[in-house]
């Protein structure tokens, strides 16, 4: 918090300095995983930006993708991963190539004082039920991932399955799960709500997130004014604020 | 009777029928796209394959059992709303409507809150003392269900019994017929037709149930994953057994309405 209360500061400066022209609306898919950070984002880009209104639009990467790609209209797709900005990539829906902006791991969260005392992956096997993401979206296939180079199975009748990752995670928070995979900057996220578990990075993933412009958008040159500073300095040190990594 | 329906037809005014048209095309076109997206090749394979063929099980037995609590429940319930005089009557009604215009995902938070066994108001207790978990358990959707379809019931039941003509009880009464035998030989069977109403459109809510499920019962394949949270989440991986599926519970939903206008036809002819 105090990190963004810096960059928006130093932010006005630069709004003084230079002349906004970019005006219009925008429509910004992101992923579930970036509600938070990207709130912040499109805080600071109006206020460095006072005639642009932006929507955000979150939910799975692969949701976003299937949105997109049956005509919902959209500006930006900010993606968990990248095989999904790759699928709109194949099926012709982005303008430019995708950019990496950030990176995400992999955290085991589990309820406030750790009831179960889970200290690793090998733990979640023995507990009775785990949250995690639908099998087709990122956070879901990163914890797939995540359990393999574990060497854990968990049988399929002890996964709830979210539909996004808040929801695998609210369902330790505010429901009956043990334990949920998810990422590390969700659980930062949560706060006092859950506690989080490291995953070594032997076991862990690095989750690539990429942001692109897409085709048919009414607003091109502010899409792209977005994206660069999702890309710039200022940009990266909201990201940060909220817990993920260089790419 | 039909001369009477010739001449109400007379005065319908021109937009009126404009705005009919226009209503049932807006609720038609989604149901004639969802089945120009069916892949009829393909339907009894999608359906009968591993979790769709889980999913409308777990939903059929699941949905069972939520109808029967509600009308076991809300039988007793509608009765007492429609018979008996009290203060606070209205008041009382309201609440009971309320899941039915409540979003179910916050119906869902609401149970979470009640029967959750880390936070609820009584599941910790009932895990405690009888080791019940109703989250993430086939029970818990049968819960969630019945918290939805509870209010049909009662809602359709209720003005059945006000509509029923209280002589007919009156003179069994007469009779000397006692209230146990009353109900069942009298009452119930003036309110049949609207207690079959009540159990259908009850039966139909608890088999599309998601809000309330997913969030209290969870989404585990094979224990709490029923046909709609299947749907929903095959469209992204399978679209193709989506489709299939949701074509499966409309067609349910059709036979329901088509079975229930013939009995309704039948009693009132």
């Not at chain 1, 090998?122 to 087709?136: Q, R, V």
Request: net charge positive; charged share 15%.
């Amino acid at each position: 918090m105090v990190l963004v209360s810096i960059t928006q500061s130093s932010a006005n400066v630069h709004a003084q300095s230079e002349k906004s022209t970019l005006k219009g609306d925008l429509t910004i898919s992101a992923a579930a995983s970036l509600t938070d950070s990207f709130t912040a984002l499109v805080r600071q880009f109006r206020k460095d930006n006072k005639g642009i209104k932006i929507h955000l639009n979150s939910g799975s990467s692969s949701t976003l993708v299937a949105q997109i790609q049956s005509g919902a209209p959209s500006d930006i797709l900010a993606s968990a991963d990248l095989l999904n900005i790759e699928k709109l990539v194949a099926s012709g829906n982005v303008v430019v190539a995708p950019k990496v902006f950030a990176r995400n791991t992999m955290a085991i969260a589990v309820k406030p004082g750790n009831p179960k005392s889970v200290r690793s992956v090998a733990d979640l096997a023995s507990l009775p039920f785990i949250a995690l993401c639908g099998k087709t979206v990122p956070c879901g296939v990163y914890a797939a991932s995540v359990l393999t180079r574990a060497g854990v199975s968990l049988s399929e009748s002890k996964v709830t399955r979210g539909i996004d990752v808040k929801a695998a995670l609210s369902a330790v928070a505010n429901g009956d799960a043990d334990a949920a995979i998810v990422y590390k900057t969700d659980v930062l996220a949560a706060q006092s709500a859950v506690v989080g578990i490291d995953i070594p990075a032997a076991q862990n993933v690095k989750a690539m997130y990429g942001i692109a412009p897409i085709r048919g958008s009414k607003n091109v040159s502010t899409a792209k004014a977005f994206i660069d500073f999702v890309l710039s300095e200022q940009g990266w040190q909201i990201l940060k604020s909220f817990g993920f990594q260089r790419p | 009777m039909s001369a009477r329906e010739r001449r109400i037809g007379a005065e319908t005014p021109r937009f009126v029928w404009v705005g009919a048209l226009l209503a049932l095309l807006f609720l038609m076109l989604p149901l004639v796209g969802l089945l120009k997206r069916v892949a009829w090749s393909g339907v009894l394979g999608s359906v009968t394959s591993g979790p769709a063929s889980e999913a409308l099980r777990l939903s059929l037995v699941t949905s069972i059992f939520a109808t029967v609590i509600a009308l076991v429940f809300g039988l007793p319930l509608a009765w007492v709303l429609a018979r008996v005089e009290f203060v606070g009557r209205s008041i009382l009604r309201a609440l009971v409507m309320l899941p039915m215009v409540l979003p179910p995902v916050v119906g869902g938070v609401a149970l979470l809150s009640a029967y959750g066994r880390s936070n609820g108001l009584v599941g910790g207790l009932l895990y405690d003392m009888f080791g019940v978990q109703l989250t993430f358990s086939p029970a818990g959707v049968v819960i969630a269900e019945a918290f939805v379809a509870l209010p049909f019931l009662v809602m359709s039941v209720e003005s059945g019994l006000r509509s029923i003509d209280p002589r007919f009880e009156e003179s069994a009464a007469t009779m000397g017929v006692g209230p146990v035998r009353r109900f069942w030989t009298v009452t119930l069977r003036l309110l049949l037709p609207s207690l079959v109403a009540g159990v259908a459109v009850a039966w139909a809510r608890a088999l599309g149930e998601f809000g309330a499920t997913i969030t209290f019962a969870g989404n585990i394949e094979g224990r709490t994953q029923t046909t709609p949270l299947a749907v929903y989440l095959l469209l992204e991986n399978d679209p193709e057994a989506a489709y299939a599926l949701s074509f499966v519970l409309l067609a349910v939903c059709v036979v329901v309405l088509v079975a229930m206008r013939d009995r309704w036809l039948g009693r009132r002819s």
